[in-house]
């Protein structure tokens, strides 16, 4: 690669002193001159060289790091709705036998739900906020009424 470089340049250089060149013939000027050119030339595009791997290198690094980062994310984004699903839970009350259950939306608006206390299966009847304590006085409204059939 680049390393190549820095020894093809010295090869010639070596052709050069081997033979009979004169650096101070007008054509062995211009040679002289190229062959300084070619060393100088050489030797930066392999610092470049060297220097590009190490940037390579450098990416790699970044990019694992910035996976592990990404995970993080997802993982604290995962937990967020999480929470937001447990906040989303609702409360229904067993016409049958009183017992409070915590179910998600979907199951509330979906699914005929089944008590996990008595075993009875009811719809449900979403009641606005301030109809709170007469619903807990009274049980909702008989199951067939509201009932939602799932197959
Ligand atoms: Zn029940």
């Known amino acids: 690669m680049a390393m190549d470089l820095n020894a093809k340049a010295a090869y010639i250089r070596g052709l050069m002193n081997g033979m009979e060149f004169d650096p101070n013939s007008k054509n062995g000027r211009i040679i002289a001159a190229m062959m300084d050119l070619l060393e100088a030339m050489a030797a930066t595009v392999t610092e470049h060289d ?5 940037v390579y290198d450098e990416l790699d690094a970044m990019d694992e790091d910035m996976d592990d980062l990404t995970s993080a994310l997802f993982d604290i984004d995962d937990e967020d709705e999480d929470d937001m699903d447990s906040e989303a839970e609702y409360e229904v009350t067993c ?5 409070v259950t915590a179910v998600d939306e979907d199951t509330l608006l979906n699914q005929e739900l089944v008590c996990p206390s008595c075993g009875a299966t009811f719809g449900i009847e979403l009641a606005p906020d301030e109809e709170d304590e007469d619903a807990e006085e009274a ?3 008989p199951a067939d ?3 939602i059939k799932i197959d």
């Not at 060297?50 to 190490?54: G, I, S, W």
């Open 145 to 147: 009424a509201t009932e």
């Open 50 to 54: 060297d220097a590009l791997d190490q």
């Open 95 to 99: 016409p049958n036998c009183g017992v």
């Open 139 to 141: 049980p909702a409204a």
